[in-house]
Structure formats: C-alpha cells, structure tokens
T-cell receptor, first 115, second 113 residues
Framework: GAVVSQHPSRVICKSGTSVKIECRSL??????MFWYRQFPKQSLMLMAT?????????EQGVEKDKFLINHASLTLSTLTVTSAHPEDSSFYIC???????????FGPGTRLLVL | AQSVTQLGSHVSVSEGALVLLRCNYS??????LFWYVQYPNQGLQLLLK??????LVKGINGFEAEFKKSETSFHLTKPSAHMSDAAEYFC???????????FGTGTSLTVIP
C-alpha cells in the first residue's frame, strides 16, 4: 500500500522548453502532495505544498510562475517547470500525505537535465 | 519551531556490525518522527515512524528506533549490517496532520565487506 509514482523518471530538454512532471498516488487518495528538489549529496528542499482543489503554497524563494503546480484530483499533482534553464537541472521528488498521523509517501523521483 | 539534527553525515560499519544512526529533534509539541532510506537515484522509502504509541519502534529491513523524550532523540539501529543497507538515511519530524515535515541533512551509510 501507499505507492506513489512519478512520470517521467528522467527527462532531458533544451533550454527554454517547459517540462511537466506527474505525481500519482496509486492506491490511496491524498489531499496534500508535496514537491521537493534535491541537489547531489544534499537533503530535500521543500518547494511547495499542493492541496487538491486549491492553489499551491510555495516556499520562500521558489518562483510560483516558474514552477507551476496543479493538483486537479485526489490522486494527481503535476509540476511544470516553465522555460527551463540549465540551473533548473535537478532531482525532483514528490510525496503524497496519508494516514494519521500524516505520513509522507514518496515517489521515485524525476531527474531533469536542461541542456 | 521544529528542526532535526543528524550527527555524522557519513557512517561506515563493517558487514555484520551494529548500525547506529543518530537523530535529535526539537519541537514545541509532542512530535511525530520518521526515518526514511534513499537508494541512489530513487525516492525516499519509509523505514519506520514514531506515533506516540510505543517508544521502541520496529521498521522494515530489521531496523528499529527508540524515542527518548529526555534526550530528544530518535536514533536508528540495526543489530547486524548488510551490504544492501548502504544508502542515505533521513530523519524527519512533524507536528501532525497539515504540518510540514522537517528533514535532517541525511547520513550516508557505507557497509564494508
């Protein structure tokens, strides 16, 4: 139980293009999903909290127009990196919250490389 | 305010030896505590969690952790390390539903054959 998938697992794109990453909770419903960014050999950096049916809450320093988040259903959240640049290259991980106390279950991550 | 400190960014143990990964937290309310493991190029997998039911928590893969309120600690242990335990381990604290998780900086575990 509590399986979270992410798609794609790896993407390479040209600078200036937009990339969409999907995060799905496969066997449970998640009112809240989270998006993280992880740099090599570092911990997770929370980018935003995504709530179903409402606007995402972004952490300080994260550009909401750059990283568009949509949480259209209780099992799907998407992160779109708009006009990607090489500095956006990173490992992006989503999680979905479930249970009491609330536990975060993580997707396998998406490796983004912007050329 | 909540925070998590993981002492030792790198820990090396011999195969078959005891694994001890340290985690100390600060929280203004009774916390919920979690340990996650991350293998290279993968997401985080939940190892175990403390939910105030029992201070000694058993998780997957033979790991366990003990909540010690007096020491504000939640150290992760495993009696006998296996090569497959080599990974990055993260401790996290939360104040409950609707609240953010705060992650430690992680501990990289190396298992020496």
């Amino acid at each position: 139980g509590a399986v979270v998938s992410q798609h794609p697992s790896r993407v390479i794109c040209k600078s200036g293009t937009s990339v969409k990453i999907e995060c799905r909770s496969l066997d449970f419903q998640a009112t809240t999903m989270f998006w993280y960014r992880q740099f090599p050999k570092q911990s997770l950096m929370l980018m935003a909290t995504s709530n179903e049916g409402s606007k995402a809450t972004y952490e300080q320093g994260v550009e909401k127009d750059k990283f568009l988040i949509n949480h259209a259903s209780l099992t799907l959240s998407t992160l779109t990196v708009t006009s990607a640049h090489p500095e956006d290259s990173s490992f992006y991980i989503c999680s979905a919250a479930s249970g009491r106390p609330e536990t975060q279950y993580f997707g396998p991550g998406t490796r983004l490389l912007v050329l | 305010a909540q925070s998590v400190t993981q002492l030792g960014s790198h820990v090396s143990v011999s195969e078959g030896a005891l694994v001890l990964l340290r985690c100390n937290y600060s929280s203004s309310v009774p916390p919920y505590l979690f340990w996650y493991v991350q293998y290279p190029n993968q997401g985080l997998q939940l190892l175990l969690k403390y939910t105030s039911a029992a201070t000694l928590v058993k998780g997957i893969n033979g790991f366990e952790a003990e909540f010690k309120k007096s020491e504000t600690s939640f150290h992760l242990t495993k009696p006998s390390a296996h090569m497959s335990d080599a990974a990055e381990y993260f401790c996290a604290v939360s104040e409950g539903t609707g609240n953010q998780f705060y992650f430690g900086t992680g501990t990289s575990l190396t298992v020496i054959p």
